[in-house]
């Protein structure tokens, strides 16, 4: 529990960190929609070979997706580790969600950063596989985040805050 807490207390303290806010369905709606944006212009990137927007841009199709998940039930965060961190703590481990989604998420942002800052070469393959998995990883959150109940909700609500104060102590 030690090195969960120090490596991610900053995620409840830092501004953009993780916060509660009311649940909110108009920007569940844009979320989804930068989803399908990201997804359009994944298929411009492939035809082009841009391996880089590849990368790029299959994980926002990703990102947009969990993070209408996050609208859905009221947490922000614009912090992308805090948010994956928020993702497999909230929705993994409240059995809303597969691990899988969680593991997709997060390989596709170290491959977007490692690309990125690092200026790592994945090799033509992974990105394409990254990719290839985005239509299918939004297809399979979209009809989760459609069933959250009110219940669903209160249960990450309360989880938040049961973690918020388990990191902060």
Same mark, same amino acid.
């Given at each position: $529990?030690? !090195?969960?807490?120090?490596? *991610? #207390? @900053? +995620?409840?303290?830092? /501004?953009?960190?993780?916060?509660?806010?009311?649940?909110?369905?108009?920007?569940?709606?844009?979320?989804?929609?930068? #989803?399908?944006?990201?997804?359009?212009?994944?298929?411009?990137?492939? !035809?082009?070979? =841009?391996?880089?927007?590849?990368?790029?841009? #299959?994980?926002?199709?990703?990102? @947009?997706?969990?993070?209408?998940?996050? $609208?859905?039930? %009221?947490?922000?965060? =614009?912090? *992308?580790? +805090?948010?994956? @961190?928020?993702?497999?703590?909230?929705?993994?481990? !409240? &059995?809303?969600?597969?691990?899988?989604?969680?593991?997709?998420? =997060?390989?596709?942002?170290?491959?977007?950063? %490692?690309?990125?800052?690092?200026?790592?070469?994945? &090799?033509? =393959?992974?990105?394409?596989?990254?990719?290839?998995?985005?239509?299918?990883? +939004?297809?399979?959150?979209?009809?989760?985040?459609?069933?959250?109940?009110?219940?669903?909700?209160?249960?990450?609500?309360?989880?938040?805050?049961?973690?918020? /104060?388990?990191?902060?102590?």
């Amino acid at each position: $529990m030690n !090195e969960k807490k120090d490596s *991610h #207390s @900053f +995620c409840f303290k830092k /501004t953009g960190g993780l916060k509660l806010v009311n649940p909110n369905e108009r920007l569940v709606e844009v979320y989804k929609k930068k #989803s399908r944006s990201a997804l359009n212009m994944l298929e411009s990137a492939k !035809e082009k070979q =841009e391996d880089e927007w590849i990368l790029d841009t #299959s994980y926002y199709a990703k990102y @947009f997706m969990v993070y209408a998940l996050f $609208m859905k039930t %009221g947490i922000k965060s =614009e912090i *992308h580790d +805090c948010t994956i @961190f928020a993702l497999n703590s909230l929705f993994v481990e !409240e &059995g809303l969600i597969d691990r899988d989604i969680y593991d997709e998420l =997060e390989k596709s942002k170290d491959l977007r950063v %490692g690309a990125l800052y690092y200026d790592k070469d994945f &090799g033509r =393959e992974e990105i394409l596989k990254r990719a290839k998995t985005a239509p299918e990883f +939004c297809l399979k959150v979209e009809p989760i985040l459609d069933k959250i109940t009110k219940e669903d909700r209160e249960k990450v609500r309360i989880k938040f805050n049961v973690l918020k /104060t388990n990191l902060l102590k």
